[in-house]
C-alpha cells in the first residue's frame, strides 16, 4: 500500500515537472475581453509569419519605473513575446539601459536615441520633500539587419502622466510594434511626389518634413506639373504643401487624372495670405484670398477649404510688448490654435495637439460614393472671422472677449475616401483624351473605389522653424520653445499618420483602431466604503481559515469515531 502511495506521488510530481517545462516553451492565452484586446489581427499575424529573417528589438522601458510604465513594460513584453511565438523564435528581446553601450560604437542607447528623436519624459518625484528628476525612455529600437527603425512607445512628453495617456498607448502596442518591424523589412520603399511649381516651398523650412518623414519612410522626388506631361502612377501619394501661385486648368487635369488612376493626395492649403513676416514688419497685416483656383477641383471630391480664420482661445504663446516700453510678455496668440485630434480616425487616433498658423476652416460637401472624416477640430471656445480681416498684434493687448468665442469644434483638417468623379467628366475634348492616351494615361471618370485624399487648411502644419541654425521639428514655437511656455505638440506625428494612412495598402492600419476600455474604480464608492472593505480584507481570510479548520477537525472525529 505505501509502495502504492509513493508511485503515485512520483507520477504527480512528474506531471508537474513536465507541465512546467512545456508551459516555459509553449505560450497560448486565450482573449475573453470583450474588445479583443490580446488577439493579434489578422495582417499583423501575416506579415509576422512571412519575415524574411530574424528581427532584434532592444527595449528600453524597463528598470525601477513608476506603476503605468511598469504595466506598459508588462504589457510590451507580453506582445513581443506573441510575435515571437507567431514568427516561431524570429523576435529577439533584449532589455538595455539607457546609459549602456551600443554594441560596436562608444555611444549610448540613449544618446542614439536622441539622434533618431526619441527623447526621455522627465517624471518628477518628490523624494523626502526634495524634487528629484527622473528620466524614462518608453522607447525601442528594432534591427533587421543593417536597417533600424526607432520606435515610441509612448507619444506624450509631459511630466504628469494621466491613466488614459498610458492605457491608449498601450492600444497602439501592437501597431506600433508591426509598422517599426515592416518597415525595418521593407527594403524598397514606396514613391511618393512633393510638388513644385506653384510656390510651395522648397528650402530650410521643410527639413523636417523632407529629412525626418519623407526621406526617412519614402523614396521622395519633387515633381514641377508645369513641365510634366503627367503625374506618373508610380508614385503613391502627391504632396502639395502650401502654394501661393494659382493652378490652370492643365495643371489640375494631371492631379485629377493622378487621382482617377488610384493616387493619393494630401493637400496643406493656406487659402489666404496671411504671413507672421509680413505681420511683423508692418505691425498688421490684411489677410486675403491667394486665389489658388483649387475651389471648384476639392468641391466635386466633397471638401471646401473657407475664405476665413480660425481663432482659439486654445492656442500658442507669443512675446508680446504690452505697454510699449519693450518688457515682452508671453500671451496667447489665438491665430496660433492647438487642435484638437479625433481619436474615433485611425489616422489621428491617440495623438496630442497640433498646431497651425493662419488657418482656415474647411467644410464637406455632397460627393455620392464619398466618405468624409474631420481629422482634427478646434477646441470649444474658438471663432471665425471672414475676410478680408485686419491682423494686428494690439488684439493680445486685452484679454480676449470670451462671449466670441464660443464655437466649439471647427473642422480644419478632413479625410475623404471613396470613389471619387472626375471634375473633367464630360468637359475633355477629345483632343486632350488623345495626348493622356499618348502618355499612358487614358481618362478616367472614376477613381477606384478605395481611392483617399486628405485636405488640411493649413500649410504651415508641416513647416518648421529655426533656433540658431538649429531647426526645431515642424509645428514648433521657436519663441517658447526654451521657455516654460513650451508643449509638446504632435504636428510631426500628424504627417507621418497621415502620409502612412495614404501610401501603404498592407492593412497594418487596422490595429490602430484598438480601443481598450480603462475600468477604473469609482472614487465616491472607495471613500465611502474604504473602512468596509478594509475589514472585509483583514477578517474575512480568518475567518475562512478558522471554519476550513473546524470542518476539519469535524471530519477527523467523524472519521475515527466510526
Known sequence: MMRKKSYQIWIVLLVLVLINVAAAWVHFRFDLTAEKRFTISAPVKKMLRDLPGPVEVDLLLHGNLPSGFRKLSASTNDLLQEFNDITRGKIKVRQVAPDEAVPGTDRTFGDTLAALGLLPINLKAQVESVEQSQYVFPSAIIRHGDKIVPVNLYPGAKSLITPPELNSAEAMLEYTFADGIHKAITDKLPLIAYSVGNGEPTGSSTYDLVENVLRKNYQVFTIDINNEPVIPDTFRTLVVVKPTKPFDEKEKMK???????????????????????????????????????????LFRYGARINADLVMDLQSDFLPFDVNGNGQFEFLRWNYFPLFEPNNASTVTKSLGLVEGKFVNSVDTVAAPGVAKTFLLRSSPNARIIQTPALISPSENRNAPEDEAFKTAGIPVAVLLEGKFTSFFKNRISSTEMDSLAINGTPFRSESPANSKMIIVGDGDIVLNAFIKDQPLSMGVNPYTAQSNNAFPISNRQFVENSLDYLVNNNGLYASRSKDYTLRLLDGEKIRDQKITWQLIDLLLPVLLIIITGLVYQQWRRNKYAR
Open 255 to 297: 492631379i485629377d487624372q493622378f487621382i482617377m488612376h488610384g493616387g493619393s493626395v494630401i493637400w496643406m492649403i493656406d487659402r489666404l495670405e496671411a504671413e507672421m513676416d509680413s505681420l511683423q514688419l508692418k505691425n498688421q497685416v490684411v489677410a486675403y484670398d491667394r486665389n489658388l483656383q483649387l475651389e471648384d477641383l
